[in-house]
């Protein structure tokens, strides 16, 4: 509780102070929130140090994965109606949620270890029947599971015919690392090449990438370390002297 009331009071604070000390950093545009003005930059790492630029609202939190989606959601919704479909958000973020609940009949949420969600699930095996929802959205999980087939199959199995897959992931490598070991709450980095494997399990993946949106909203990834530009990242999502494209997949059942 003592936590909830601390970040509450944060969210109220921050944009005051960003507004009262301007920094020299550019003027965004939130689309989640609203918020105009510049954005918190994000520390990744200490050593070498590695930075993403201007990565959160000071509002809202969101960050540019949560911006993108949102972004994302809006263009995917003018054709694809969800009013009467049911959606399955694994690993829900706040900033998303009440969004996808005012748009689908049927809102739910799941995670293995986080409090307060619909179903306590593994991704790795769910319990839910196969076809059990229109729409599946998994943000930044997929580096998580030991075992990515077996997810990527029960996202597929739980998909009803037509329904569709959103997933959101850093495409850092062109071919996915895997650790073989548990670090830093993580199993791997993801590679361009899961798009690969996507494209194998499904009839039609369609991909968004960042920079079909205004710049204003601040989605790409901008990254810098140790005080130098970083963009050594696959071509597919580069962002020559600056970091690397956010990218976003819809999976067609």
């Not at 949420?109 to 179903?119: E, M, Q, W």
Request: aromatic content about 8%; charged content about 30%.
């Amino acid at each position: 509780m003592r936590k909830q009331w601390s970040e509450s009071l944060k969210k109220l604070i921050r944009p005051i102070l960003f507004r009262m000390f301007p920094s020299s950093s550019p003027a965004y545009h939130c689309p989640l929130c609203g918020y105009r003005g510049s954005f918190k930059d994000k520390h990744v790492r200490k050593s070498p140090q590695l930075v993403r630029v201007s990565s959160k609202c000071p509002q809202c939190t969101s960050t540019e994965r949560h911006r993108m989606m949102h972004l994302v959601l809006g263009e995917l919704f003018q054709d694809w109606n969800p009013s009467d479909k049911s959606v399955l958000h694994i690993a829900p973020e706040d900033c998303l949620a009440k969004d996808l609940k005012n748009r689908f009949a049927t809102y739910h949420s799941a995670d293995l270890f986080k409090k307060g969600v619909d179903f306590q699930e593994d991704i790795q095996k769910m319990r839910f029947p196969d076809a059990a929802y229109d729409c599946v959205l998994v943000s930044r999980v997929l580096t998580v599971p030991p075992d990515l087939e077996a997810s990527l199959g029960e996202i597929r199995r739980i998909l009803k015919p037509r329904g569709i897959a959103i997933l959101a992931e850093a495409y850092t490598h062109k071919k996915t690392d895997e650790f073989g070991e548990w670090r830093n709450e993580r199993s791997r980095e993801v590679g361009i090449d899961l798009l690969e494997n996507l494209e194998s399990r499904f009839g039609r993946v369609d991909r968004y990438l960042s920079d079909r949106y205004e710049e204003e909203n601040q989605i790409h990834n901008l990254m810098v370390e140790d005080g130098t530009p970083k963009d050594s990242y696959p071509e597919a999502v580069r962002l020559k002297g600056r970091g690397f494209m956010d990218l976003v997949v819809v999976c067609h059942a």
